[in-house]
Each structure stands twice: as structure tokens, then as C-alpha cells.
């Protein structure tokens, strides 16, 4: 993207402020992170659609992956407290016409697809792991 065009988004971003530049970074690695989980590795002819559902499920992993069990407490101070909210960030994104979607796409499609108390919180180190 041309320099002017990323300081109109994050421009929109911040003006719209429900949630900061951060967040949209880390759902850009997540977008990522899930079509790699949905697709895998191999380089694509055209563009790889993932659902809101799986995206949601790659930016639980991401999150855990990154933060372990701070990734409910991260996500929190960037106001992101449900997959709800991963939805409004897409849809904010389509609205300035930065991202694309299918005709099959909703909002609705992120809602309650995972409780964040429920998803972060069940999250457990393994000891006897990594003594070994």
C-alpha cells in the first residue's frame, strides 16, 4: 500500500477509536496466520477466503501463541473483549474498502463463536513438558 493510503487508514482508524493501530496489526497477522492454518503454505493463484469463524480461531491461536495466558489481558487493553469485535475490525476495514468479501460473508459470522473467559483462560502450561 502507498504510504498515503496507510496514514488515511490509520487516520480512520484513529477517529473511529474503538480500537487502536495495535489491533489492527495483530488481526492483519491473524488473517494471516488463519489462512495459512485453512490453506496451508502453498502460494495460491487467486485469493484464499477464510470465514469469520476460522478467523476468529487464528487469532485465538495467534493470541496464545504470542501472549499464552496474557492474550485475554492484551486483547482487552486494545477493547477487543469477544469475536464480536474481530468482526466489527473486518467490517470497519471493508466499510473503507481496504478489505474485500463474499456475498455469503456476515457480520453475524463473529459473533459468540468462542467465549474469550472460556478460550484464554483454559489455557495451561505444561510442566512436566518442558522438564523433559
Not at 489491533?23 to 485469493?47: N, S
Amino acid at each position: 500500500m502507498e504510504p498515503d493510503a496507510n496514514e488515511r487508514i490509520e487516520r480512520a482508524i484513529r477517529e473511529d477509536g474503538r480500537y487502536p493501530p495495535e489491533a489492527y496489526e495483530f488481526l492483519h497477522r491473524g488473517l494471516e496466520y488463519a489462512t495459512r492454518m485453512v490453506h496451508g503454505d502453498e502460494p495460491a493463484e487467486g485469493p484464499r477466503h477464510v470465514s469469520g469463524q476460522q478467523l476468529c480461531e487464528g487469532l485465538r491461536g495467534l493470541a496464545l501463541e504470542q501472549w499464552g495466558p496474557l492474550a485475554r489481558d492484551v486483547l482487552a487493553r486494545w477493547n477487543i473483549r469477544a469475536t464480536r469485535d474481530f468482526g466489527e475490525m473486518i467490517y470497519f476495514l471493508i466499510n473503507l474498502g481496504v478489505m474485500g468479501k463474499q456475498d455469503s460473508d456476515r457480520l453475524e459470522d463473529f459473533h459468540e463463536v468462542y467465549d474469550f473467559d472460556q478460550a484464554f483462560n483454559s489455557y495451561q502450561i505444561s510442566f512436566d513438558a518442558m522438564d523433559e
